[in-house]
């Protein structure tokens, strides 16, 4: 069973950058490789929105348009870590950030298998 954590949020000004990690435990041999990752945010009483993605093998990468320019979203096998680089930030950027990871890299939450319990980013002056 793959968990996820992530870490990286916190308050900051508008303007500002923060760096969210997903960090993955319990997938044997290398597999998390294999895996696609994605981050999705949360706002209070809004639905869940895809932020970005990244392919397992291939490391290609996609951006929702809400973030695209202002977001890099990488990955570190080796450490079982993808990164999601928020530069920019703006108000409504404020939301809960989960990663998730599954087989395919998509825009669609349902088709991601395993989900972190997430980090909370607030940005406000």
């Known amino acids: 069973q793959v968990q996820l954590v992530e870490s990286g949020g916190g308050l900051v000004q508008p303007g500002g950058s923060l760096r969210l990690s997903c960090t993955a435990s319990g997938a044997s041999g290398g597999t998390f490789s294999t895996y696609a990752v994605a981050w999705f945010r949360q706002a209070p009483g809004k639905e869940r929105e895809f932020v970005a993605a990244?392919?397992?093998?291939?490391?290609?990468?996609k951006y929702a348009s809400s973030v695209n320019e202002r977001a890099a979203i990488s990955r570190d096998n080796a450490k079982n870590t993808v990164y999601l680089q928020m530069d920019a930030l703006k108000p409504e950027d404020t939301a809960v950030y989960f990663c998730?990871?599954?087989?395919?890299?998509?825009?669609?939450?349902?088709?991601?298998?395993?989900w972190g319990q997430g980090t909370q980013v607030t940005v406000s002056s």
């Open positions: 990244i392919s397992g093998r291939t490391g290609l990468s």
């Open positions: 998730a990871a599954g087989g395919i890299r998509t825009l669609d939450p349902s088709l991601y298998v395993y």
